[in-house]
């Protein structure tokens, strides 16, 4: 059986190796931080969401992602509206300075991936990377439904 520390190592020291060289390329061509940027790309995918589903997309509370959203709001590049399904939330969406913002960040971020993994990947292989991220994901979000099931 693999060596699921050194699995685990390898996955936890790429992902931070990768965010800070991508973070630090966004800041310098586009003074936006990489956790702004992840915002933007999941409001431009979705047209839309709330703050709630960005904190389980990221992984992340909802208080964290309410503040992140306050200064990306802050910022101009994003605006609340009610939720016409439930007035309780609203819904968070780009404005036309945030949609500006991310299609120069997506040259950067697109240019930087290639640099970084490009060289490391072919088309098969990345294909084969991410089907086995996805499972890898699947099967810890399972194991935390069910660590949640039990308390």
């Known amino acids: ?36 940027f992840d915002i933007l790309r999941l409001l431009d995918r979705s047209g839309g969401c709330r703050v709630q589903d960005m904190a389980g997309e990221f992984a992340i509370t909802v208080g964290g992602a309410s503040k992140v959203v306050d200064r990306v709001e802050k910022s101009g590049y994003c605006t609340r509206r009610a939720n016409p399904d439930d007035r309780r939330s609203s819904i968070v969406e780009l404005t036309p300075a945030g949609r500006q913002i991310l299609e120069t960040a997506l040259a950067v971020f697109d240019e930087e991936l290639r640099l970084r993994l490009g060289p490391a990947l072919d088309e098969r292989e990345a294909e084969e990377l991410v089907a086995a991220l996805a ?4 099967a810890n979000r399972a194991v935390g439904a069910s660590c949640e099931e039990g308390r």
């Open 1 to 36: 059986m693999a060596d699921l520390k050194m699995v685990f190592d390898g996955v936890i020291r790429l992902e931070t190796e990768l965010w800070n060289g991508v973070d630090a390329a966004l800041r310098a061509a586009c003074d936006l931080p990489m956790t702004w």
């Open 135 to 138: 499972r890898l994901r699947r």
